[in-house]
């Protein structure tokens, strides 16, 4: 008697279905992360001051292109591998609850938030009259975990879980597994950015809240977009996400509805 055969795919196969499985925006982003962190690689590009959120040039200079470009840079292979690997299953899940065009628009409403928060508590802490602290007018922060962070606080409240699991070690309560991590972070971690932890978390509060509400257009806005012809190739794909499947308010539903070298750089890891 010939003995059962049984088959497994290949590891490139599972790959590729676990790829094909990754809604459109957030494959994009990892996509576009990658490709950016490797020609960086390859051109041996590490002028991170030149596109790291530094909240001395924003003001002083203007160059409000470091809310976003700021996001999109990493400075080591682990930072990108880490942020992304955390991104997928983070992006996959709201991506399918809110649409792809949504949560476009949310991360980028997210960017923008972080970025003034970011600039507005740097301001005080550097210029109260009692001890003032400028070393956040210098921090010059990159990569996409400020974003992670604001999008960990909203899938904690959609979840309605009461605990949360830190790295398989400990549970904590949902509610402060945000901030949890972010005092794990800074205290395994030295060249981590506080505020722009901080200021992600604080978001991503503000969002789950509901207080971004007013500044989130209705289903229509990104129906129309979804409908018009130069995105009809994007929208015929099938990792493509429709807004009409998400929430109709245009939010998230939650579980209870409701000089250089003077610089430092520090990873948003």
């Given at each position: ?25 957030t494959s994009a982003v990892v996509v ?7 020609v960086c690689l390859l051109v041996g ?179 129309a977009i979804e409908s018009s012809t ?40």
């Amino acid at each position: 008697m010939r003995p059962n055969v049984v088959s497994e795919a290949g590891l490139q196969t599972r790959m590729g279905q676990w790829w094909e499985g990754i809604p459109v925006l957030t494959s994009a982003v990892v996509v576009v992360c990658g490709i950016i962190y490797l020609v960086c690689l390859l051109v041996g590009y590490d002028s991170f001051a030149e596109v790291c959120f530094w909240p001395s040039a924003v003001i002083s200079r203007f160059q409000v292109y470091r809310i976003f470009s700021s996001i999109l840079f990493h400075g080591s292979l682990l930072h990108v591998l880490f942020n992304m690997l955390a991104l997928v299953p983070l992006g996959s899940e709201l991506e399918r609850i809110m649409g792809s065009v949504r949560l476009l628009y949310i991360m980028l409403l997210l960017a923008v938030s972080n970025a003034l928060l970011h600039l507005l508590i740097a301001l005080l802490v550097a210029h109260n009259p009692f001890h003032p602290y400028p070393y956040f007018m210098d921090e010059c922060a990159i990569g996409f975990s400020g974003i992670l962070f604001s999008m960990i606080v909203m899938e904690t409240s959609l979840s309605g879980a009461q605990t949360r699991s830190v790295f398989g070690l400990f549970n904590v309560p949902a509610k402060w597994y945000a901030l949890i991590l972010l005092v794990v972070f800074q205290l395994v971690m030295t060249n981590v950015s506080l505020l722009g932890h901080l200021c992600g978390i604080l978001s991503g509060f503000a969002y789950t809240y509901g207080l971004f509400n007013v500044l989130i257009p209705g289903t229509s806005f990104f129906s129309a977009i979804e409908s018009s012809t130069w995105l009809s190739t994007c929208v015929r794909r099938p990792k493509f996400i429709m807004c009409t499947g998400g929430n109709g308010a245009g939010y998230l539903p939650t579980h209870s509805n409701q000089t250089v070298t003077s610089r430092w750089i520090l990873f948003l890891v």
